[in-house]
């Protein structure tokens, strides 16, 4: 007697069966392209493919005013040793296309002054992560590094992602901190997660939903308009109290380190 060949239960035994949760049907959505290496650009900052020739100089530069190098605690990489090996760094950089990598800069100087990168980019799922963000101090809490995320967030979400996720060592308070003032709710703590640089790193999860985006556009629109400014540039509203009430509320812990 032959035996039928085993094989697994078909989605529509599955999804007959009455006793298992299943999640919603997603319909009328199709995987998005991967990010394009093209610019993004806005009033106070620009997103442009990172390049050795016209952004290794300016960068490294940028970066020197961070002469304790605190800004490359976090990150796999840094401080580097000088001009040549932060532009051997770009050069591999630059060739990457997850991280797809993109220098920040600022329309007031024109100089390149930090980095931020798509990465974990995954069409199939809609789900897609920014990372690798390093800041020049005088990039640093500055509305030209908001807007920067805010264009990556846009354009993400425009191409049809559905999620956007910020990952961080779960001891960078800045990072934590920054993650619900942008909108990203949080979801967990991976213990144990990875070692960088010879350390442990515990990683803290968060996250942002398409249809947590429409509101959430809303309020960066509302921060960055040059009315919430005012003539010292100092904001007369803050980002994260116009991004709250959008966070996820089954997350609580959300706006908290």
């Not at 991004?243 to 997350?251: D, G, N, V």
């Given at each position: 007697m032959?035996?039928?060949?085993?094989?697994?239960?078909s989605?529509?035994?599955?999804a007959?069966?009455?006793?298992l949760?299943?999640?919603?049907?997603v319909s009328a959505?199709?995987?998005?392209p991967?990010p394009?290496?093209?610019?993004?650009a806005?009033?106070?900052?620009?997103?442009?493919?990172?390049?050795?020739?016209?952004h290794a100089?300016?960068l490294?530069?940028?970066?020197a005013?961070?002469s304790?190098g605190?800004?490359?605690?976090?990150?796999?990489?840094g401080?580097?040793?000088?001009?040549a090996a932060?532009?051997?760094?770009v050069?591999e950089?630059?060739?990457?296309r997850?991280?797809?990598?993109?220098a920040i800069?600022?329309?007031?100087?024109?100089q390149?002054?930090?980095?931020?990168?798509?990465l974990?980019i995954?069409?199939n799922?809609?789900?897609?992560?920014i990372?690798?963000?390093?800041?020049a101090p005088?990039l640093q809490?500055?509305?030209?590094?908001?807007e920067a995320?805010?264009l990556?967030l846009?354009?993400a979400?425009?191409?049809?992602?559905r999620?956007?996720?910020?990952?961080?060592?779960?001891?960078?308070a800045?990072?934590r901190r920054?993650?619900?003032?942008?909108?990203?709710?949080f979801?967990?703590l991976f213990r144990q997660?990875a070692?960088?640089?010879?350390r442990?790193?515990?990683?803290?999860?968060?996250?942002m939903?398409?249809?947590?985006?429409?509101?959430l556009?809303r309020?960066y629109v509302?921060?960055?308009d040059a009315?919430?400014?005012d003539a010292q540039?100092?904001q007369?509203?803050a980002?994260?109290?116009?991004?709250?009430p959008?966070?996820?509320s089954?997350?609580?812990?959300?706006?908290?380190v």
């Amino acid at each position: 007697m032959q035996t039928a060949p085993h094989t697994s239960p078909s989605s529509s035994t599955v999804a007959d069966a009455p006793d298992l949760p299943l999640g919603p049907v997603v319909s009328a959505w199709k995987p998005p392209p991967s990010p394009a290496h093209t610019p993004l650009a806005g009033l106070r900052a620009r997103l442009e493919p990172l390049d050795m020739a016209d952004h290794a100089v300016s960068l490294h530069a940028a970066n020197a005013e961070d002469s304790a190098g605190r800004m490359w605690t976090y990150l796999p990489y840094g401080p580097f040793a000088d001009a040549a090996a932060y532009a051997d760094w770009v050069r591999e950089s630059q060739a990457s296309r997850d991280p797809l990598f993109f220098a920040i800069v600022a329309a007031a100087t024109g100089q390149a002054s930090g980095v931020a990168a798509y990465l974990r980019i995954d069409p199939n799922n809609g789900c897609i992560e920014i990372g690798h963000l390093a800041f020049a101090p005088r990039l640093q809490r500055t509305p030209a590094a908001t807007e920067a995320l805010f264009l990556m967030l846009d354009h993400a979400f425009a191409l049809g992602y559905r999620r956007v996720e910020w990952k961080c060592n779960a001891l960078n308070a800045p990072s934590r901190r920054a993650a619900p003032r942008l909108g990203f709710s949080f979801e967990g703590l991976f213990r144990q997660a990875a070692v960088v640089k010879g350390r442990n790193r515990d990683t803290a999860w968060y996250a942002m939903l398409d249809r947590e985006w429409p509101a959430l556009r809303r309020a960066y629109v509302q921060w960055l308009d040059a009315a919430n400014f005012d003539a010292q540039g100092r904001q007369r509203q803050a980002l994260g109290t116009l991004t709250q009430p959008a966070l996820a509320s089954s997350h609580p812990a959300a706006a908290q380190v």
